[in-house]
């Protein structure tokens, strides 16, 4: 069975104001109102689990394609993201710091799938360590560019039939889960796709955080794309029922502070980031280690999950 080619049908979904999209999608209870947020147009509409406290945003689009075209890289859309072409030396430094995380339990030669690959960078980068590494992403344009740099890219949904069963060793989505509209469907799509063994990683928001709550509707994670807000606690209970059996959790990343600092050293900017900027960055990678629990200082958080 092939993959799907890059011609795939944006994936699409419903206007969510029916009751069903109240209904939590990790532990089936009832969600309730929590913020209207209104930085945007429209405003977000932002709906909290009372079992759980898994958070979810109503307001989408009836084509989650829409979303990321052309602007969304290039800074021309209401709702964008960076361009990773123009930073992929300095983004490499993080890269690879986390591939040598992930080489200790999962090493190279493996089969590798990055889940929201924008223009395949990360995938690159995996395939110098070793790995035979492809990327999927909702983006025709992003695959479409990814593709010209010769990187094995391909458009289509977090669906089972868009790869075969047990055909990846690792999948990761870095800052990706926030934007799934069914994450019980995509938990159940990365296991049956993963083979025994294989481990799945997530990089997202960690709603327990005192970060987030702090700053409540002004946390700067509450955005147009970004659908569900998870916790540490409820994020392993969704991978678990999807049938995930170990899990560790890295609090603020699973690399070093160190490759974070040479990224900031190298990324293009104006000037370079200054001493200040530095030190500020060091201050919240410790604070970020600071946690019991589920719960820490800030709300940074990776989630290795093993088949």
């Not at 010769?150 to 934007?179: K, Q, S, W």
Request: aromatic content about 12%; overall charge positive; charged content about 25%.
């Amino acid at each position: 069975m092939q993959p799907m080619p890059p011609e795939a049908p944006a994936e699409e979904t419903k206007n969510v104001a029916d009751s069903g999209r109240t209904l939590c999608p990790v532990c089936n209870c009832r969600m309730s109102p929590l913020y209207e947020i209104r930085r945007f147009d429209p405003p977000l509409d932002i709906w909290k689990c009372a079992g759980c406290a898994l958070q979810s945003n109503l307001t989408r689009p009836d084509n989650l394609g829409e979303l990321y075209s052309e602007g969304y890289y290039t800074g021309e859309a209401d709702y964008t993201y960076e361009d990773e072409r123009k930073n992929e030396a300095a983004n490499d430094q993080v890269w690879q710091a986390r591939l040598k995380t992930i080489q200790k339990t999962n090493p190279a030669p493996a089969s590798f799938l990055d889940v929201g690959c924008s223009f395949g960078g990360f995938v690159e980068a995996a395939s110098r360590a070793g790995y035979a590494a492809r990327g999927l992403d909702l983006s025709h344009f992003a695959v479409q560019e990814g593709r010209k740099r010769g990187r094995d890219l391909y458009c289509g949904p977090v669906d089972e039939p868009t790869f075969p069963a047990e055909d990846f060793n690792v999948i990761t989505l870095i800052e990706v889960m926030e934007h799934l509209p069914d994450p019980a469907r995509a938990a159940r799509t990365f296991h049956h796709w993963l083979k025994p063994g294989g481990l799945l990683l997530i990089q997202t928001a960690n709603f327990d955080g005192l970060q987030a709550k702090r700053e409540g509707p002004d946390y700067h994670y509450y955005l147009p794309g970004h659908l569900f807000y998870y916790s540490a606690a409820n994020l392993k209970r969704l991978l678990a029922v999807a049938g995930f059996r170990r899990f560790k959790l890295y609090r603020p990343v699973d690399f070093p502070l160190a490759a974070k600092l040479r990224k900031m050293k190298l990324q293009s900017a104006p000037q370079s980031p200054g001493f200040q900027r530095l030190l500020r960055t060091s201050m919240y990678h410790l604070k970020g280690r600071m946690a019991l629990g589920d719960f820490a200082l800030t709300s940074s958080m990776v989630l290795y999950a093993w088949k």
